[in-house]
């Protein structure tokens, strides 16, 4: 590391004292590497996490397991999971802000863990933040997933995140006895649970579908204080504003039609926010949309299209959705198109196109729908990390240091 | 790595065959390291678990989180993870065969979700297998739990076990919504399920504690077949005739009294198992005990006592146990006592005693009772790979090749 990107609290045991410290690069590796421990008896050194940049890049993943389009190979589940992890450490070292991991429990996605999967990232990666994306809380235990977050929370050094949402595939509703009548009902008590067990060690609690808690204590506590929880949604404008009534950062899906017809749901959000009492600083925007980056455009249709093609055809047997031509994808991919495949030319473009109609804090990318190649996955990360996110941060930031060319929507 | 201990599955993808076969040490590299994937178009490798050895030696740990007896002082719960990380990582390097992580639900442990911290360890380590000790079945859902040791399962290339046990601490019943009147019920019940998961990707399960399934799949599969499952216990007979009955591996904690009189139930569990019609050699036995190692024996009994006494006084109030003394402690760690406290020389001819009587295939060692200085935690593992184990192996595969010399209990 070539400097210290990361505030350190530092604890003087024998006085007791404890204060905020960014280290100066020549102390960098005494205090965040391995040779602090030296001086332990006296000093106890938590890394506090990064603070957020003008604008966080990353990427996201369902772990899915399809075979190859046009070969049908297809690499075993192990190798997947491999190739996922040599992914996410070169989107750390790349310098990409966030990689994050999403639940499914069928056989195309090896993904019904996210925060084991994330633990193995952790031990592999330095800076990059570590989430979910999402973890169906509908159908889970909010006390098991804030223990198995706040552990991943201190394996990575305050690098955590939890993603929550009600589900998009709803094959976890049978499987852990939840009733989709209650679709809705169980997300808002079970997230009233977790952001209880964000902010206090010791809860009391009652629920429709949840056994009770009465002064319970739950461990180990996370070392962000809180644990970020941020609210994923599809379009509902309920759960839309739920996030901005509660002040929680909101990631919202952009994987069909038109990007600018969201803009709405923005507004909503915002606004939701606004009365709510919520410092609009603090009401975080991300955007997660599909995409695929190569050396050049027409390589990046090429190498993506047949996998996305496959997936979305399956998925769309089972919903009713018509098949997916060529045609539309090239469409979908244009400037105002939802679809970020391109060049990293196009890509830039389109997500600072998108920023002036939204003005969000963070952008996420579904890099392979269908199992990729990894080396082309590789070169994809590569791209968007080298390419792409330097630039996107510095035009973001100008726009946010010159409010008057630019100005605000609220 | 000087040579290949990996058996591999090698997949020919365009012939369709599939053999297992050992590489010799010139492709080793080629196969088990990063370039096999240069192929893989052609092939493909699943890395076979390392067969087991004659004689496993290993650790566990709950991941205690206790002030130093002495000093007051506590590392954070970051550093105490960051510790642990590091004590698997020399425990693979030195040759031990096993770490396992216990599961706890109080503020004096960081170790609410084992396989969150497991899959940590696996991106860090090779060869070491990595289990549960225990997995709090009673309390948990088998299907989570399943898949998060599948999941370890895949990162791992096949190393994840599951230890799974009715709990020794309850605090994780009320935690869960659970009554300790169902204690029995609740682990032969779930116990049931995780079986069935193992063995069938799709199940049709009901029952009284857990939702039914309906021809249900669950995913990831694990990579080893079965996941292995072994069932802890206490001391209870019927804990030990239910683990034989089942045929699945044993193991016994002895954390307290004479190791000797233990041998009852070690036949009981093996005379239940040929009842049962299980092969004697697939009845394996672990013992799980309290042990230190130092280079000398004063030295060993000095660093440890102060704080396993700490910790065992503390939970002896809630237990009512009478206060533990330092003659005790040194009366424990004698040939016939439980406790592996000393010097390498004394931990050999402990366990080599007891498997005299117990004619066990594993033991495992919990080295910090309460939270210890991480490096000599560090110095304990090394004495235990590097001293220890050897020469235990090699005596008991001496044994196990003279059954004139020492006959088999059976």
Redesign the interface.
């Known amino acids: 590391m070539p400097f210290c990107l990361q505030q350190v609290r530092l ?1 003087d ?1 024998q006085v007791g004292v404890s204060s905020l410290i960014r280290p100066p690069n020549a102390l960098c590796d005494l205090v965040c590497g391995r040779s602090f ?1 030296l001086c ?2 006296r000093y ?4 506090v996490p990064t603070p957020t940049r003008p604008f966080e890049l990353g990427i996201y993943s369902f772990v899915e397991l399809t075979p190859d389009p046009v ?1 049908g ?1 297809m ?5 997947r ?2 190739d996922l ?1 040599e992914e996410i450490e070169l989107a750390d070292q790349v310098g990409l802000d966030v990689f994050a991991v999403g639940e499914h ?3 195309e ?2 993904s ?2 996210p ?3 994330l ?6 990666t330095e800076t990059i933040r570590l989430s979910s994306a999402v973890t169906v809380l509908s159908s889970d ?1 909010p ?2 997933v804030f ?2 977050f ?3 929370d ?2 990575s ?2 690098r955590a995140e939890i993603m929550a949402g009600r589900g998009s595939f709803i094959e976890s509703f ?5 009733d989709l009548q209650d679709y809705d009902e169980l997300f808002s008590e079970k997230l009233e649970l977790l952001l209880k067990l964000r902010t206090s060690e010791h809860v009391t609690w009652s629920g429709r579908h ?5 002064d ?6 996370p ?1 962000q204080e809180p644990l970020p929880v941020w609210i994923a949604v599809g379009g509902t404008p309920q759960s839309v504003v739920r996030a901005g009534t509660l002040g929680l950062p909101l990631a919202l899906a952009i994987i069909g039609g038109e990007p600018e017809r969201f803009a709405p749901l923005v507004e909503l959000y915002r606004e939701a926010g606004r009365r709510a009492g919520h410092d609009p600083a603090q009401l975080t925007i991300g955007i997660n949309s599909h995409g695929y980056l190569a050396d050049d455009a027409e390589r990046a249709v090429e190498e993506s299209f047949p996998s996305v093609q496959a997936v979305m055809n399956k998925i769309g047997r089972e919903r009713g959705w018509p098949p997916l031509t060529r045609r539309q994808y090239e469409a979908s991919r244009s400037l105002r198109g939802h679809l970020a495949v391109g060049n990293p030319d196009e890509i830039v473009e389109k997500i600072l196109f998108q920023h002036e109609i939204f003005r969000h804090q963070r952008y996420l990318l579904q890099l392979s729908v269908g199992t990729l190649p ?2 082309k996955v590789m070169r994809a990360i590569e791209l968007l990390g080298r390419e792409v996110a330097p630039r996107v941060r510095a035009e973001i930031e100008r726009r946010n240091s010159t409010p008057k060319r630019t100005p605000s929507p609220q």
């Open positions: 604890i045991l421990r332990k008896t106890r050194f938590d890394i070969t190979v690499v075993s589940p192990a190798e999971l491999a992890i429990h069928r056989p996605f090896v019904s863990a925060a084991v999967i633990a193995a990232a952790a031990a592999r235990d006390v098991r223990q198995n706040a552990t991943l201190l394996l050094r305050g049978p499987l852990f006895g939840y949840r056994p009770a808690l009465e319970a204590g739950v461990y180990p506590r070392l990894h080396d």
